[in-house]
């Protein structure tokens, strides 16, 4: 079932993360979250979860993006 459609494209599973993701950046930095967070361990595992079930993420601060096979690969989805 479609969460969200984008000029008419459907995104799949839209997950609107919040501060889990900052931004998409995030992912290739960590100190872009890490140092923000109030426990490390449960914001990773929570962004393993988005990534390994969302096919759209909307970050906290920055734009919507997708997850890709090759990302969900990164995660060991």
């Known amino acids: 079932r479609d969460a969200v459609d984008e000029w008419g ?3 799949g599973n839209v997950a609107v993360s919040g501060d889990v993701f900052v931004r998409r950046e995030d992912i290739d930095n960590d100190r872009e979250w890490v140092p923000l967070s109030a426990d ?10 988005l990534l390994c079930k969302a096919d759209c993420i ?4 920055g734009s919507p993006f997708r997850v890709d096979t090759q990302l969900r690969g990164r995660f060991k989805c």
Do not use: D
Request: glycine share 6%; aromatic share 0%.
């Open 40 to 49: 490390v361990k449960s914001q990773a595992l929570s962004r393993r979860t």
């Open 9 to 11: 494209i459907p995104l």
């Open 58 to 61: 909307v970050p906290g601060h």
